[in-house]
Structures are given as C-alpha cells and as structure tokens.
C-alpha cells in the first residue's frame, strides 16, 4: 500500500474516532505517525487542531516548529493558516504578522481575504483586494493576449479554481478589445470555454465554444471541446454537426476523425461511421488511431 493510501485509510479510521468520542484514540493514532518520513501535511494539521481544541496551543505550534515565514511558500498553506492562528491566540503578534506576510507573499489574493477576515496583526496593510487584481490581470493580458493561452496550459495541467475564477474574471473584461479581430477572438473564446469547463460550468463552456466558432467554423479545439460537453439537444448547431464540419474541413486531423466515428456508432449511425471509417483508412492505411478505431468498433 502507497503512503498516500495509507493516510486515506488514517484519516478515515480518526474521522470514525473523533465522530464516536474517541478524540483521544485519534490523537494517538496520529502521534504514531507524525513523525514519520513521508507523513503527509494534512496528518499533522489534524493532529496540530486536535491538540490546540483542548487548548495545548504550544504542543500544537511545536507539531507545526518547521512552518516559518521563509519555508511558507513550500508549507502547505492550511498548515500556515493553522500556525498564525496558534501565534495570535498565544499573543505573538510580531511573529504572527510576519508569516502573514509570508502567506500574503505566497498566495497573493487566495491568503489575503483569509488574513484580513481573521484579523491577523498587519493585515489591513496589505495591499490586495480582488478588483484590483482583476483589474491587474486584464490590463496585462489585454497587452499581451499570446500570454491566455499559456495560462489556460498552465491550468489544465495543475488545476487552481481561485486562479481560474480569477482568469474567466479578467479576460472576459478584454473581450470587446478584441471583438474586431477574428482570430483573436477564436483565442479567447476558446479560452473562456475552456477554463469554463474546468470549472464544471457547462452551459458557459457552451456558449463561449459557439462563439469561438462564429470566428472559426473550423477550429478543432473547439469542435472537440463541444463533443465532450452533455448533449443538451436545445442547440443550433449539435455536436455532430460541428464535428462534421471540422471533420471535412481537416480530414487529416485523426481525433476530429475519430471523435466524428465515435459519435455516428454511438448514435446508431453504424454505416456512415463505417463509411467514414473505410475512406479513412484508404487514405491512411497504417493510422495508428484508424487501425485502433477499427478494432473498437468490431468489438
């Protein structure tokens, strides 16, 4: 079993512990493992909350002794959070404020509302607020709109939902900029869809994708990104007919292809998704996505 296994499995059984009454056990369980090589950080916050609840705030600060303003950026920021708040309540203010300002210098706007809303000694100096951040971004993207697409990478590889939020919030503002610029506008709207849907918000990852096709009828991307939302039925343009037309359009783009041939099987169009197979594979006999495909499809 994997050490990331075994504290599910840990946080479980102390979960189980503290809801019957048995807060004592679970703090056992914990300082079993605490100091073990590889213990995860959220162990030990558990373990850090536990013992501040019952009002040991220095045992607790000392299973926390290795987050300190120079290591917070590295520190899980629950971690952080945990060790200001022990800081305040023991009165050490000064120290209390300088990894606040760690955490500020960490985490930027995700860390400030937090310090601010807990009334952490020198957070009302903190420069920060959310428009401003907002206000920040658009005015850097709006200068350097290549920089979107670096950042939506950026996001579907290492999810951040505060930074997302953040992202769909600023460049929804450069939007009329850039409404006069076609192929700007396909970029952005295929940002917007795309961080939409990472977001888990469909009907605007929708919308942003149709109107990056009124740009570009022929984007891929986007004729992709519509074939994976729930077909709501309601639309224009469904998603096969999108599909079909990239698929034409750019016959030699294996996924649009293999996306098209999907959905026709899927929709009981077993002939045209033959068809369409055959004339693939005529083209390109040794397609390794074809001849993939061809299997799928006779099992």
Known sequence: MSIKEDNVSLMKRVREMCLNGQVAHAELELHSVHRLAGCPGS???????????????????????????ETAAQSDPDQVR????????????????????????????EATRWLREMGVPGAQRLRWSPSLCVD????????????????????KHQRDLPTIGLLRQAIRRIVPLFENDSRQMSSICRAMAELALLEGDQAQARRWAHRGLEEDPYC??????INRLRDEGDTALPPKSVLTC??????????????????????????????????????????????????????
């Open 43 to 69: 162990t030990k916050v558990v373990l850090a909350a536990l013992l501040a609840r019952r009002g040991k705030h220095e045992d607790a600060r000392a299973i926390l002794k290795d987050v300190k303003p």
């Open 82 to 109: 945990l060790v200001i708040s022990l800081l305040v309540t023991l009165g050490e203010h000064d120290r209390a404020e300088r990894l606040g300002r760690a955490l500020h210098s960490a985490y930027g706007h």
């Open 136 to 155: 920040d971004l658009s005015r850097s993207l709006a200068n350097e709109p290549k920089a979107i697409q670096a950042l939506v990478y950026a996001q």
């Open 220 to 225: 891929a991307t986007l004729a992709l990104l």
């Open 246 to 299: 990239v698929a034409e359009h750019h016959p030699s783009y294996p996924d649009v292809q293999a996306a098209l041939i999907r959905r026709e099987s899927e929709q009981g169009q077993s002939e045209s998704a033959r068809a369409r197979l055959k004339a693939w594979l005529e083209r390109e006999p040794y397609s390794p996505h074809a001849l993939e495909l061809q299997q799928e499809l006779a099992a």
